[in-house]
């Protein structure tokens, strides 16, 4: 009877083991229903990805999708690894106030070519998920044979749509939909604005724009097929280098800028140059920018404003209005002010929006002034 009793005390014991495991399993569904679902996205290719669940260890190959997935995410704990020309930003830029420990985050993710991924690396940061080109083919073909799970984007055509698709598809990965959908609301709302302050613009009216993506050494400007292209024809300007330049790389001379006179010129943040430097050179001095004080270094805030990122809606405020302002009229210093505590959980002060929008550069040139703080 004492053995009998024992095990019927055990058995019951079990009973209530099992019964609670039950209930704790049934909670955990009803707080978070799709707890037990994988994830699937479709990435650009329109090769279904599946997760078990969101990736925590994530490695970004694309130089943006590092800072928008911390944007997306509102941290940088899942970024184990980016590219190198990413993480200068996050040291250079705003993100290194925010995650000071997204600054020492692995960079050695590629070698030889731009993209090209080192597997020995990759290897060592055990990641959940490789965010990847897709163009050239090997740049995600080495990676799964490696056996990475690897999501690819495109970058052409260089254009909002194909950038808000990427953004949807880290968002995805990382399982924050509701968040990406609020950021990607914002972008295409203030894109309406940006296109019905500028609606009936005549061409005649759209000011000549040259965009330098280097300016140290030999320049480089955007042609057609870039972003910048994009965003300076949302904005209301003409692509001067757009008539006889594909890319961002090909190497430009004093003469060609000359030619072209642009009457406002962009210079990018890949390199250290600033208005100075071009107002340094005496070839320059007939140029229509110079001589108008129309130079203007782009805004460096969770990533560089020129190419598409989690902040770009802010880069065509900014833009529309040093191009047209008599018709574009935005706060952008009030912008940055309510973004930034929603991306990075920070609220900047005055002296740090001052940093993102390069006011100590730019103060000096024309219609800069709308900028500074009050």
């Known amino acids: 009877m004492q053995i009998s009793s024992r095990l019927s005390a055990n058995a019951r014991h079990a009973v209530r083991l099992f019964r609670t495991a039950i209930v704790v399993a049934l909670l955990i569904n009803v707080v978070n229903p799709a707890a037990a679902d994988p994830i699937r996205v479709v990435d650009q290719r329109g090769k279904t990805i599946e997760l078990a669940k969101p990736a925590e260890r994530i490695v970004t190959i694309p130089m943006p999708m590092a800072s928008v997935v911390m944007a997306i995410d509102g941290s940088s704990r899942r970024v184990v690894g980016m590219h190198p020309a990413a993480r200068k930003s996050v040291q250079d830029g705003f993100l290194k106030k925010v995650y000071p420990d997204a600054a020492a985050i692995p960079a050695d993710v590629v070698r030889g070519g731009m ?8 290897t060592a940061l055990r990641p959940d998920v490789v965010i990847q080109w897709t163009e050239p083919p090997d740049l995600i073909r080495t990676l ?3 056996g990475f799970t690897t999501v ?3 970058n052409s055509p260089p254009n909002q749509d194909v950038h808000e698709r990427n953004m949807a598809i880290v968002g995805a990965v990382i399982g924050q939909t509701a968040r990406i959908d609020r950021l990607l609301g914002l972008h295409r709302s203030t894109r309406a604005k940006v ?4 609606a009936g613009l005549p061409p005649a009216e759209r000011p000549r724009v ?5 300016t140290e050494g030999t320049p480089m400007a955007a042609g057609r097929n870039t ?8 904005c209301g300007g003409r692509n001067v280098a757009a008539e006889t330049i594909v890319g961002t790389e090909t190497p430009i001379g004093a003469e060609q800028i000359v030619a072209w006179d642009p009457q406002v010129i962009f210079i990018g943040t890949f390199d250290d140059a600033t208005p100075k430097t071009l107002y340094a050179n005496p070839a320059f001095a007939a140029v229509s920018a110079i001589r108008d004080k129309r130079v203007y270094k782009l805004p460096h805030g969770g ?3 020129d190419p598409g990122n989690q902040e770009s809606h802010l880069t065509w405020m900014w833009a529309a209005q040093l191009l047209h302002p008599d018709r574009v009229n935005f706060d952008v210093r009030a912008a940055i002010a309510e973004l930034y505590p929603f991306l990075y959980s920070y609220s900047p002060s005055q002296s740090e929006i001052d940093a993102v929008l390069q006011l100590p550069l730019n ?8 900028f500074a703080g009050r």
């Open 152 to 154: 690819g984007l495109i």
């Open 303 to 305: 990533y560089r404003w």
């Open 144 to 146: 799964e044979n490696a």
């Open 363 to 370: 103060k000096s040139m024309r219609h800069y002034e709308r």
């Open 195 to 198: 296109e019905a302050a500028l």
């Open 115 to 122: 993209f090209t991924p080192n597997l020995e690396a990759l």
């Open 210 to 214: 040259l965009y330098l993506r280097a």
């Open 227 to 234: 972003y910048q292209d994009f965003w300076i024809g949302l």
